[in-house]
């Protein structure tokens, strides 16, 4: 996948795992979501309730056959293992995990997605091979227990002044309403967890998501 098509790629890019779908199958929620339009999908089973084991490996499954089905990227969060062993399009990993230089050796081909928080971690990871970074919180947010101080849509702006030119999303407590102050500040997409997997209906949110990121970015 070229930097552009990943840029594209990254304009609505919905991130999910069991634990943030309010109860429903998350394979149904999935479907619902990429009917309303997202782009890119990345499998996040975390946090209290997550599956483990055969189960998480089965879920992963289903999902990577869904957005095989609709032609969108399938990334897995944190874990390498299980995107090789999956087939996914590639892995989003952490400061904490495993350094993405390792990764990128582990995965060749495949998409490499880093969190940055700074311009140093930013820079850190763009040089370990990174090849797009998840820039937040952007605001509040209820979905990740551990994340770090909200920096707002400036805090990317502040990347894109200081010269970084790389893919970036912006990611935490990203709904309709203000996701395209994000777009505007720099980013080249929305990463969403709440706003679509618990939204009563995700199908719509997601519509609704996927115009406001058009607003910014120009139809699709
Ligand atoms: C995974 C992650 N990384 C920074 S905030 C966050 C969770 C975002 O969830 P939500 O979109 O529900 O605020
Ligand atoms: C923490 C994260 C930051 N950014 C993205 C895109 N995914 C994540 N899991």
Partial sequence: MSPGQLRAALRLYVVLGSPNCAGRDPVQVLAAALDGGVTMVQFREKGPGALQGAARRALGGELRRLCDQRGVPFIVNDDVGLALE????????????EAAVQVRRRTSG????????????????????????????????????????????????????????????????????NAAAVLAAGADGAAVVSAIAAARDPRAAAAELSRATAAVLGAL
């Avoid at 999956?86 to 995990?97: C, P, R």
């Avoid at 990174?130 to 707002?152: F, H, I």
């Fill in 110 to 177: 495949l998409i490499v997605g880093v969190s940055a928080h700074n311009q140093a971690e930013a820079e850190s990871a763009l040089a370990a091979g990174a090849d797009y970074l998840g820039v937040g919180p952007m605001y509040a947010t209820r979905t990740k227990l551990d994340a770090r101080e909200v920096q707002g849509p400036a805090g990317l702006a502040r990347m894109r002044a200081a010269g970084i030119r790389a893919p970036l999303v912006g990611i935490g407590g990203i709904d309709a309403g």
């Fill in 86 to 97: 999956l087939g996914a399009d590639g892995v989003h990993i952490g400061q904490e995990d």
